[in-house]
């Protein structure tokens, strides 16, 4: 098939694509509801079976089951087809933002990331199972439930698919205009817990120790810790303490979000976090946390690997930039371990974890058509 043949051949069939968004968003699933997610879930294996698949079931207790499928034997390959299925979004976002179609673009919770990006590998299943696209080489689909509170349940079974992977495909929202993501910053979490002393703010306030003093001298520190010419970003975005107007504050935590572009820059702030010391006297600090994803650093390999990307959307009429993004995805994990890895490749559109999150009906299938390419070819 031709490259305009198979971008048109997919374009006909935009209102059934739409229809797999629909059933997509409309199964909310926030990373920490498991019975949620694992609906989507359910929904995916019922599209691999439909499909000639046999979907594999990894079950996980505090997160959604995670499924795979494979494709084909490994005579010329072995590609990652890697997706996440949970959001950032709460249960009933959904009766806020509803599915719907708005002057040429698709909104709902999670659309941007990456439920559309879900959707794309589910058509390229139906393609290959139609014989549209013929790899001639082994094609795993994972899709994890945990992406966006850290993968911790689902680190190891990405590093185990990885390691026997040649190169790894990763369906997060691209950039803006639709380039893929080559570089990401590292990303880590910190929560420091302040353990004080609670008294009578009026009768005694002298036998308090106050945890929220100790917050506030806190959240000053760790924001200088911070290089922004360095590319590093240490933020304190939660901070909650205290009971009462009344009493002595004898608990306070801030919640800490670290991103960075050296591997170095990521020690040294790591490294001052282990070795916290209080302000005011008697406080007792708790840190929990750490680096959750390194950076998604370029060699050689990711870079030849984008160029061939390149070339391969050039014959289907798309110019594919790349870039660089502050956010961390599971693409960062395949990468430090050598696997090269293209991220970004979800449909183009924009507003990731925010309510105006959407992709544009246009891009739908030369995004898939791309999808399927990269798949047969690189
Ligand atoms: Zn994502």
Same mark, same amino acid.
């Given at each position: 098939m031709s490259e305009q043949g198979l971008i048109e051949r997919i374009q006909d069939e935009t209102d059934q694509i739409i229809e797999l968004l629909r059933s997509l968003i409309e199964r909310e699933s926030p990373s920490h509801r498991k019975d949620l997610v694992d609906q989507v879930g359910a929904f995916i294996v019922e599209h691999l079976r439909a499909n000639r698949f046999t979907p594999r079931v990894e079950p996980r207790k505090e997160v959604g089951d995670i499924i795979w499928a494979e494709w084909?034997?490994? &005579?010329?390959?072995?590609? %990652?087809v890697l997706c996440h299925i949970d959001t950032v979004w709460e249960p009933g976002s959904l009766a806020r933002n509803p599915f719907r179609v708005e002057d040429g673009r698709i909104y709902g919770p999670g659309i941007f990331d990456m439920k559309s990006g879900v959707a794309a590998t589910? *058509?390229?299943?139906?393609? $290959?199972?139609?014989? !549209?696209?013929?790899?001639? *080489? *082994?094609?795993?689909?994972?899709?994890?439930? =945990?992406?966006?509170? &850290? @993968? $911790? +349940? /689902?680190? &190891?079974?990405? #590093? #185990?698919?990885?390691?026997? @992977? =040649?190169?790894? $495909?990763? $369906?997060?929202?691209?950039?803006?205009?639709?380039?893929?993501?080559?570089?990401?910053?590292?990303?880590?979490?910190?929560v420091v817990?302040? +353990?004080g002393k609670s008294a009578h703010s009026g009768l005694e306030p002298e036998k308090g120790i106050n945890a929220v003093e100790e917050l506030a001298r806190q959240i000053l520190d760790i924001h200088s810790l911070s290089a922004p010419e360095k590319g590093t970003n240490v933020t304190v975005n939660v901070a909650r303490g205290g009971t009462a107007q009344n009493v002595i504050a004898e608990y306070a935590e801030a919640v800490v979000d670290l991103r960075f572009r050296e591997i170095e820059e990521g020690e040294r702030v790591d490294c001052t976090f282990r070795n916290l010391k209080p302000h005011v006297a008697g406080i007792r600090l708790e840190v929990e946390g750490g680096i959750d994803r390194p950076p998604m650093i370029k060699s050689r390999r990711s870079q030849e690997l984008f160029q061939s990307a390149k070339h391969i959307a050039a014959e289907l009429g798309i110019d594919? =930039? #790349?870039?660089? /993004?502050?956010g961390g995805s599971d693409g960062n994990i395949t990468a430090a371990l050598g696997v090269p890895t293209l991220d970004g490749l979800g449909i183009t559109g924009d507003g990731a974890h925010a !309510? +105006? #999150? +959407?992709?544009?009906?246009?891009? %739908?299938a030369p995004r898939i058509a791309l999808l399927a390419r %990269?798949?047969?070819?690189l």
């Amino acid at each position: 098939m031709s490259e305009q043949g198979l971008i048109e051949r997919i374009q006909d069939e935009t209102d059934q694509i739409i229809e797999l968004l629909r059933s997509l968003i409309e199964r909310e699933s926030p990373s920490h509801r498991k019975d949620l997610v694992d609906q989507v879930g359910a929904f995916i294996v019922e599209h691999l079976r439909a499909n000639r698949f046999t979907p594999r079931v990894e079950p996980r207790k505090e997160v959604g089951d995670i499924i795979w499928a494979e494709w084909g034997k490994e &005579a010329k390959g072995r590609v %990652l087809v890697l997706c996440h299925i949970d959001t950032v979004w709460e249960p009933g976002s959904l009766a806020r933002n509803p599915f719907r179609v708005e002057d040429g673009r698709i909104y709902g919770p999670g659309i941007f990331d990456m439920k559309s990006g879900v959707a794309a590998t589910l *058509k390229v299943q139906e393609y $290959l199972a139609r014989g !549209w696209i013929c790899p001639g *080489k *082994k094609v795993r689909f994972l899709y994890t439930t =945990d992406e966006e509170v &850290a @993968s $911790l +349940h /689902s680190r &190891a079974i990405i #590093e #185990e698919f990885a390691r026997r @992977s =040649d190169l790894v $495909l990763v $369906l997060e929202p691209p950039l803006p205009g639709g380039g893929l993501k080559t570089f990401r910053k590292g990303v880590g979490r910190y929560v420091v817990k302040i +353990h004080g002393k609670s008294a009578h703010s009026g009768l005694e306030p002298e036998k308090g120790i106050n945890a929220v003093e100790e917050l506030a001298r806190q959240i000053l520190d760790i924001h200088s810790l911070s290089a922004p010419e360095k590319g590093t970003n240490v933020t304190v975005n939660v901070a909650r303490g205290g009971t009462a107007q009344n009493v002595i504050a004898e608990y306070a935590e801030a919640v800490v979000d670290l991103r960075f572009r050296e591997i170095e820059e990521g020690e040294r702030v790591d490294c001052t976090f282990r070795n916290l010391k209080p302000h005011v006297a008697g406080i007792r600090l708790e840190v929990e946390g750490g680096i959750d994803r390194p950076p998604m650093i370029k060699s050689r390999r990711s870079q030849e690997l984008f160029q061939s990307a390149k070339h391969i959307a050039a014959e289907l009429g798309i110019d594919l =930039d #790349e870039g660089e /993004s502050g956010g961390g995805s599971d693409g960062n994990i395949t990468a430090a371990l050598g696997v090269p890895t293209l991220d970004g490749l979800g449909i183009t559109g924009d507003g990731a974890h925010a !309510w +105006h #999150e +959407h992709v544009e009906v246009a891009e %739908l299938a030369p995004r898939i058509a791309l999808l399927a390419r %990269l798949i047969e070819r690189l």
